[in-house]
């Protein structure tokens, strides 16, 4: 396979307040305007858009020229590092629906989310609590969560000598983002324990909204006492910065909410629900290179798995990682196409005691339709539930 023929044109973005390496002439500000005032019909069209689900959709009425893909350079978006890489996301769409795949880069999940709702992406992957918080904050028009990707792969570490999340008080911890996946169990976590984290950065511990690039650094440079993150940074810091791992989020999922203990969402894909409606063809192409990438990342022998990731964070990222570390961040996380919908009740619950999220209704966040016509095609692939939060 040629990497030449199928690499798609990549932009990156830093967090909100970064600058980007390279970006598009688009200006957020204008696109939000333009998003709000269509956001009104993008739920209406995409309930339309999927009458007839059962039956494949119609990619001659449905195709786009083009369809712009947002993911991190994490190992916790390996499906897409690996789609992207190998081509396997390019040449479904382009076989599926005749679209071309481009793509940008971002460092965590509100950026990503900012981009898609101002119409600069059309999907993206992204941790469960910025598809939440959009969801919640657009009344359900903004976005719709089509496939799980990744469960685990978060750890909360910190300076050896921290035994327990007493020891946390007084101290300045990070989070890849504010209002980002890490950042709100972070929050939760010490709400459990009794120790307050406010929002702009008060209370009992003190949490600072953080670049990983940088929350490596500022831990090696004794600025930092700890901090809740997705692989690899979780492991570049035990590794390269001598942490310790205080807690292990998939400790804290018991199975009951979905799936089995220790599982829980990571990485979801969601595509923006006017983009779903106007073109349910090509989403259905991008799922079933989606899931091709699943499919290989979880039969691919260990060694070949971590060489295909770690090309694929160079491509993202621009740096390969040590074998230890990529080693141990891929034990800690699976690849799956199911988002284990039934945990994101307790997901929301998380954010708005944070005060970062408000109490909201999640039904309709889930449109599982068109994953389920990609799985019933494909051998070793169960039907996968929405959790009464949407259709399947």
């Known amino acids: 396979m040629s990497q030449d023929r199928h690499t798609p044109k990549t932009v990156r973005i830093t967090a909100a307040g970064s600058k980007p390496r390279r970006r598009r002439g688009w200006d957020i500000a204008v696109a939000l305007l333009f998003c709000a005032a269509i956001a009104g019909s993008g739920a209406a069209a995409l309930s339309a858009a999927g009458n007839g689900a059962g039956e494949r959709a119609d990619s001659a009425a449905s ?58 992406i059309d999907a993206a992957y992204l941790g469960p609590n910025p598809a939440i918080n959009s969801f919640v904050q657009s009344r359900g028009e903004s976005v719709a969560v089509i496939a799980g990707a990744t469960s685990g792969g978060a750890q909360l570490v910190v300076r050896p000598g921290i035994r327990d999340a007493a020891q946390l008080k007084g101290k300045v911890l990070a989070t890849p983002q504010l209002g980002g996946t890490q950042d709100v169990a972070l929050r ?14 008060g209370g009992d511990v003190t949490i600072n909204p953080t670049e990983n690039a940088q929350t490596l650094k500022l831990f090696q440079d004794g600025k930092l006492d700890g901090a809740w993150l997705p692989e690899p940074w979780a492991s570049r810091l035990v590794l390269q910065a001598g942490a310790d791992v205080l807690v292990d989020e998939a400790d804290l999922w018991d199975g009951t909410l979905a ?51 770690n090309a694929g964070l160079k491509e993202a990222a621009g740096a390969e990682l040590p074998r230890d570390v990529i080693d141990r961040a891929l034990r800690n996380i699976a690849f799956t196409p199911d988002p284990l919908a039934g945990t994101f009740p307790r997901l929301l619950e998380d954010g708005v005691e944070s005060g970062l999220t408000k109490p909201a209704d999640l039904t309709g966040l889930f449109d599982l339709r068109a994953l389920n016509r990609v799985l019933a095609e494909e051998p070793g692939h169960s039907r996968i539930g929405a959790a009464k939060l949407g259709t399947e």
Not at 87 to 99: C, N, R
Not at 287 to 300: E, F, K, M, P, Y
């Open 63 to 120: 195709s786009a020229a083009e369809l712009r893909l947002g993911y991190f350079g994490n190992v916790t978006h390996a499906p897409a590092l690996v789609g992207v890489r190998q081509g396997l996301l390019a040449d479904a769409l382009e076989q599926g629906t005749g679209t071309t795949l481009s793509t940008q880069v971002f460092n965590a999940g509100p950026a990503a989310i900012e981009a898609l709702n101002a119409g600069a």
């Open 188 to 201: 939760s976590y010490l709400a459990s324990h009794g120790l307050a984290a406010t929002p702009d950065g």
């Open 259 to 309: 799936g089995k203990p220790g599982q829980f969402t990571t990485t979801v894909l969601v595509v923006s629900r006017k983009y779903a409606a106007d073109h349910p063809g090509t989403v259905e192409a991008l799922l079933r290179g989606h899931v091709a990438a699943i499919d290989w990342l979880n039969a691919a022998a260990p060694a070949e798995r971590a060489e295909a990731v």
